[in-house]
């Protein structure tokens, strides 16, 4: 006797006792048969038995498929995507129906019915717009609520790099968050997560938010500077996500904006794990709180032989080097500094010996004040 031979006895006894459409009788043994279309086997199944009577399981559910595929077309239009994924929520009393029967019947292994929506929502959908069924790393996934008839969908976050130049001072690294949801995004900042656009992140996020769409922008800055400082040369690097952006693909890759320059714009794979080591090549206008001489900044060799310690308020302690080292004596009581260091070296604290050891006050044994700081270079190892 062949599978199929025997399946048709417990069909018929499920029949006797429930209407069901074709799509729920055949998934019920489908698997059994290695058969990929439900709806055909429970049509096969049920030649003999005719019903006017709703679903049993699914009251017909499945007949009105076709009303939140609509619903998935019209919630996708401002997307761009290649690949999809899908979730659906039903009704419980649907579930339970499913499982009387499968457990009535002691019919195991078999797809439970918001399965196979999700399956024939899927193929449906993946037939209409030519987009790929992809339940591993979908770049949108849709939510179809069955229950209360609506749709929704979350597209997967993309992240850029890129280096940016400013070459004007007065201008903030950093965006503040809003004040309503500490940078989660709300209504009130139209889910940005910043309500303001007057930074470098600012500048940054306003434009990404028109060109690919999305709510909040996370960045991983390599390295920080002051609002006073100027970042020349090829820029300081950084990368950004995006959340839920509507469009995958950004076709420029230099841009002017009102305060920065921002060049090498890329998409990459993710934000890197661990923070990245880098240099930084920096000039810095320091005074003196009395006269020097070239003999004494002569001193300032030093600081390259050994690692300079910096320690925080919490506690921490670390060490960076100062790998280069120039000056050029302004007048009696200022000079320039040229100098190349591993990133993280606070440049200020640096120069007043501030928590820093030794510090260029130490090493010249004079009170120095740094006036300002650019940065000409910023290399990732």
Not at 172 to 199: A, M, P, V, W
């Amino acid at each position: 006797m062949t599978t199929y031979q025997k399946i048709i006895p417990v069909a018929n006894e499920i029949l006797k006792k429930y209407d069901l459409c074709d799509h729920c009788l055949g998934r019920l043994f489908s698997k059994q048969l290695y058969l990929s279309s439900n709806k055909l086997l429970g049509k096969k199944l049920k030649k003999n038995s005719k019903s006017a009577q709703r679903c049993y399981i699914c009251k017909n559910l499945f007949e009105n498929l076709n009303y939140f595929l609509s619903m998935m077309i019209d919630v996708a239009s401002p997307y761009s995507y290649s690949s999809f994924g899908l979730g659906a929520t039903i009704k419980p009393s649907i579930i339970d129906r499913d499982d009387t029967i499968r457990s009535r019947y002691k019919l195991k292994g078999i797809d439970g019915i918001k399965t196979d929506i999700t399956k024939e929502l899927g193929k449906s959908f993946s037939k209409k717009t030519k987009k790929k069924f992809d339940t591993l790393d979908p770049e949108v996934v849709f939510t179809v609520n069955l229950k209360d008839e609506f749709c929704e969908i979350r597209s997967k976050s993309l992240t850029l790099s890129g280096r940016y130049v400013k070459p004007i001072r007065g201008f903030l690294q950093k965006q503040k968050s809003c004040l309503n949801c500490s940078g989660k995004g709300c209504r009130i900042c139209d889910f940005h997560g910043i309500q303001e656009y007057d930074s470098v992140e600012g500048e940054i996020s306003q434009f990404l938010f028109k060109k690919l769409g999305g709510t909040t922008a996370k960045f991983t800055w390599i390295g920080g500077e002051d609002k006073s400082s100027l970042i020349l040369g090829t820029g300081r690097p950084f990368f950004v996500k995006i959340q839920n952006p509507h469009k995958r693909n950004l076709r420029v890759k230099s841009v002017n904006l009102e305060h920065v320059q921002v060049n090498n714009f890329q998409i990459v794979t993710d934000s890197p794990k661990k923070p990245l080591k880098f240099n930084s090549l920096v000039e810095a206008k320091i005074s003196t709180s009395s006269n020097i001489d070239s003999k004494l900044l002569r001193k300032l060799k030093n600081l390259t032989k050994k690692p300079i310690a910096i320690y925080e308020k919490s506690g921490k302690r670390s060490e960076k080097r100062v790998l280069s080292i120039k000056y050029k004596k302004s007048d009696d009581t200022s000079f320039t500094l040229f100098f190349k260091f591993e990133g993280g070296l606070p440049v200020k604290r640096f120069v007043t010996g501030n928590d820093v050891s030794p510090g260029i006050s130490q090493i010249l044994d004079v009170s120095c004040k740094c006036l300002e700081f650019d940065f000409h270079d910023v290399e990732v190892k």
